[in-house]
């Protein structure tokens, strides 16, 4: 069953802690990529990874930090320099014929 | 990147077609159209994209007028299920390759019986 899988969908973390986010495809797709969600606004993008071992900051990066060793995961980190961590995370990937970023199902963090 | 304006909220009777409106009057010639929807607390959903011709899947059709300035989802029988935010977005290409989602506020379309 293809698809991309984040973990956990509900993620609670006092302030101050660093916090890693799960993001898994087995769509074999190049490209992949974090958004933040802020309630009743648009996605913003975080992070973008083109290729294993090689990432882009997006438009909010400042607080966060990816890695990409596998094509499968890229998992994001919120670290304790990010001034407002909570809120709805979404990971995407797309492939290099299509084009077409699809999205998985969301975590949710609060920073208590 | 180029912006896209939509209505905030939309009603439709669940079995009509609901059309769905999108300004984007600073296209560029070899950007995108893309839709996708979002139902509450899930990941965005892909629904369609296009670039000058119109365009017809198993979900919806995407009418884009002649000048590219605008266009038209259409759900063609609604359902209470289609109840959901309606983002129409401008694909920019990225740097190195790839492509970035700007997406806006959306439509709210909410279906109803």
């Known amino acids: 069953d293809g698809g991309i899988t984040q973990s956990p969908k509900y993620l609670f973390r006092k302030e101050g802690q660093n916090v890693t986010l799960s993001c898994e495809q087995n769509?074999?797709?190049?490209?992949m990529y974090w958004y933040r969600q802020d309630p009743g606004q648009g996605l913003r993008l975080i992070y973008y990874s083109q290729i294993v071992n090689d990432f882009q900051k997006g438009d909010i990066a400042e607080g966060y930090s990816v890695s990409r060793e596998k094509k499968e995961s890229f998992p994001l980190t919120v670290t304790s320099a990010q001034k407002n961590p909570t809120a709805f995370y979404l990971c995407?990937?797309?492939?290099?014929?299509?084009?077409?970023?699809?999205f998985g199902p969301g975590t949710r963090l609060t920073v208590l | 990147d180029a912006k896209t304006t939509q209505p905030p909220s939309m009603d439709c009777a669940e079995g009509r077609a609901a059309n769905l409106p999108c300004n984007h009057s600073t296209i560029s010639g070899n950007e995108y159209v893309y839709w996708y929807r979002q139902i509450h607390s899930q990941g965005p959903q892909y629904i369609i994209h296009?670039?000058?011709n119109n365009e017809t899947n198993e979900m919806a059709s995407l009418i884009i007028t002649e000048d590219r300035k605008s266009s038209t989802l259409i759900l063609p029988h609604a359902t209470l299920r289609d109840t959901a935010v309606y983002y129409c977005?401008?694909?920019?290409?990225?740097?190195?390759?790839?492509?970035?989602?700007?997406f806006g506020t959306g439509t709210q379309l909410k279906v109803e019986l």
């Open positions: 769509l074999n797709h190049d490209a």
């Open positions: 995407a990937s797309s492939d290099r014929v299509r084009d077409t970023q699809y």
């Open positions: 977005i401008v694909r920019a290409i990225l740097t190195g390759g790839g492509n970035k989602l700007t």
């Open positions: 296009g670039l000058k």
